[in-house]
């Protein structure tokens, strides 16, 4: 099993641009997650997706917009990119159980520059 | 919602010594606490996780001790090594909810 795979590994941008950054897991789990990662402010939240067919926003989800294409798939998305979004990029997956909540599981990251 | 505060924000040990990170949460509804290490340039990686029905629990060197009245719990590693060196998150899912918060990390270093 491949776990939560990230593409691309690293892209640069300049502003203005657009890109979409995906996001695939073959765990067959339920939730998924947009984070970035800024130098001293932990993991933010973009936006999740609970289940398929839903979405709700994060913490910043300003600036941009997400698809729950299928279970396995969960797309982020920078119609116009901005120098305040150079940030590295972090999907995960997760899933619910009679237990409760279980851990998240992380790809590998999408290092983005915006110029 | 939930807010999860994280101390220290940076932590330099000796070799051998133990390390202890504390964190506190807001939401009286969460119950599940993971812990997150990172790498430098990797992704985070869970580490230990504890459940609001208990109080302590361990992995080797690693334990993470819960107090729900207090609303914070904490990871202590004992007997440090330099590949312990890495940030650590902690984290609460806020309750009833899919969302997870994280602290804003703790960068420990542990010195040979």
């Known amino acids: 099993n491949a776990g939560v795979t990230q593409t691309p590994k690293f892209q640069v941008l300049k502003t203005g641009q657009s890109m979409t950054l995906q996001c695939a897991q073959d765990m067959n789990h339920n939730s998924m997650y947009w984070y970035r990662q800024d130098p001293g402010m932990g993991l933010r939240l973009i936006y999740y997706?609970?289940?398929?067919?839903?979405?709700d926003k994060g913490e910043v989800p300003n600036g941009y917009n997400v698809s729950r294409l299928n279970k396995r798939e969960f797309s982020l998305r920078l119609e116009s990119a901005a120098p305040s979004q150079t940030s590295v990029y972090f999907c995960a997956s997760s899933t619910t159980t009679s237990v409760g909540n279980q851990p998240q599981h992380f790809g590998d990251g999408t290092r983005l520059s915006i110029l | 919602g939930e807010n999860v505060e994280q101390h220290p924000s940076t932590l330099s040990v000796q070799e051998g010594d133990s390390a202890v990170i504390k964190c506190t949460y807001s939401d009286s509804a969460s119950n599940y606490f993971p812990w997150y290490k990172q790498e430098l340039g990797k992704r985070p990686q869970l580490i230990i996780d504890i459940r609001s029905n208990v109080g302590e629990k361990k992995d080797q060197r690693i334990a993470v001790t819960l107090n729900k009245t207090a609303k914070h719990f904490s990871l202590h590693i004992t007997e440090t090594q330099p590949e312990d060196s890495a940030v650590y998150f902690c984290?609460?899912?806020?309750?009833?909810?899919?969302?997870?918060?994280f602290g804003k990390g703790t960068k420990l270093t542990v010195n040979p």
């Open positions: 984290a609460a899912y806020q309750g009833g909810s899919e969302k997870l918060v």
């Open positions: 997706s609970a289940s398929e067919g839903t979405t």
